[in-house]
């Protein structure tokens, strides 16, 4: 079997398994999980116009080289780009009336980051085969996680009503932007990205306990008549 469809298969299976994990979660709580594969589609989609925009800037930035040429491509094609499809696409999502939590916002952003890795991995598969083996491994966690902080902050929108999904935008732009800069350094700024994509899974961790925690607090103030 080709070294592109074990890749593919690893990437898959990953994604499927962490969805499969929401899912669970959200019908211990008594709900379909739905809009999850919803977001996980969503997510798959916004990939193309993506993958489309990057196609047709990258090659004009060819000129721009060393640090700054790297800082540009990771943090205002990749990061801005990435992230800001996929942050309108969560947003569009979102309006589902099944998103009912604080928390729901960190689900859906990991369910549609899973979709767009997933997505984005069939593009490379066209190129370069062992690029997509690291990529499945790295890749997928990157895209979920690093939505993560624009899901915490726009659940936090919706329902203490603040405009507070900005700074979880610009979050979620600069943790990918900083994944793919060192990644772009080479040599042993590669590990710091490594470092960073196991951070981000702690904090993006923190977060969701933080929101079970607020929607507890809320469902006590509810009970107790506050």
Known sequence: MPLVVYALLFSGIASVAV??????????????????????????????????LEKEILPHTKWITGIEGDALRAFGIAGLIEEGIKTLALV???????????????????ALGLGFAFSENIFFSLEN???????????????????APAGWT????????????????CAA????????????????????????????????????????RLECLAGRRVESGD
């Open 173 to 212: 732009v600069m943790l990918h932007g900083a994944y793919d800069f060192f990644l772009l350094r080479g040599d042993g700024a590669r590990y710091i990205s490594f470092a960073l994509l196991a951070l981000l899974f702690f904090a993006v961790l923190h977060l969701f306990r933080r929101a079970r």
């Open 19 to 52: 969805l499969l994990v929401l899912v669970r979660d959200l019908r211990a709580s008594g709900r379909g999980g739905g809009l999850l594969f919803f977001s996980f589609a969503a997510g798959f989609c916004a990939a193309f116009p993506a993958w489309f």
């Open 129 to 147: 085969p062992l690029t997509l083996l690291l990529r499945s491994i790295t890749s997928v966690p990157l895209h979920a996680l690093a939505l």
């Open 92 to 110: 569009a999502v979102s309006r589902n009336k099944s998103f009912q939590k604080v928390s729901d916002g960190i689900c859906l952003a990991l």
């Open 154 to 169: 726009l659940g936090l929108s919706r329902f203490a009503y603040k405009p507070l999904l900005p700074p979880g935008f």
